[in-house]
């Protein structure tokens, strides 16, 4: 019992902190492999290194808010119109994209020197980039501090503990 910690969505927004570095490698080995327009065998440990995150790591961490902070807001601000369908529709959109991002990894290891293999595993990969990138800022600077305001302390107490518990 007791006050709530400083702040429940800390372990939250040091991961996104952390997720971001790994876009950042992956974003590197597609600006190298568009401007050699081959994959190296460094670019392949990249490629393969990134789908282990986003199975791992990502789509875990996507279910981990889906099911631990979505519902607790959704309940103090409802659905509709608000934030809570911004995130929900996003968390979809994310997984949409990482299966895409994975065919086009398929595609790429059955032609390694496919070009055209190339500037898919590009476009997709890079939408995830981008698209991850405004998430966790969207979150990070919309979500969480909204969710500081509107939660009760027990709720907020839940949360912590769900986040803590995964
Ligand atoms: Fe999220
Ligand atoms: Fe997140």
Request: charged share 35%; aromatic share 8%.
């Amino acid at each position: 019992m007791g006050e709530p910690p400083e702040d429940p969505f800390g372990p939250l927004v040091a991961v996104h902190e952390d997720f971001v570095d790994k876009l950042t490698e992956l974003e590197a080995t597609l600006d190298e492999m568009m401007a050699t327009r081959e994959t190296r065998e460094g670019n392949d440990i990249i490629l393969d290194e990134a789908i282990r995150f986003f199975r791992e790591e990502l789509i875990p961490h996507l279910r981990l808010e889906d099911e631990a902070v979505v519902p607790a807001i959704e309940k103090a601000i409802g659905r509709y119109g608000t934030l809570v369908t911004v995130v929900m529709y996003e968390h979809e959109e994310i997984r949409r994209g990482v299966a895409k991002f994975e065919e086009a990894r398929d595609d790429l290891r059955r032609d390694p020197d496919s070009w055209q293999a190339i500037q898919e595993v590009n476009r997709h990969g890079i939408f995830l980039v981008q698209f991850l990138w405004d998430h966790f800022r969207k979150e990070n600077t919309s979500l969480f501090p909204t969710a500081r305001k509107v939660l009760s302390a027990d709720a907020l107490r839940n949360v912590t503990e769900r986040i803590s518990a995964r």
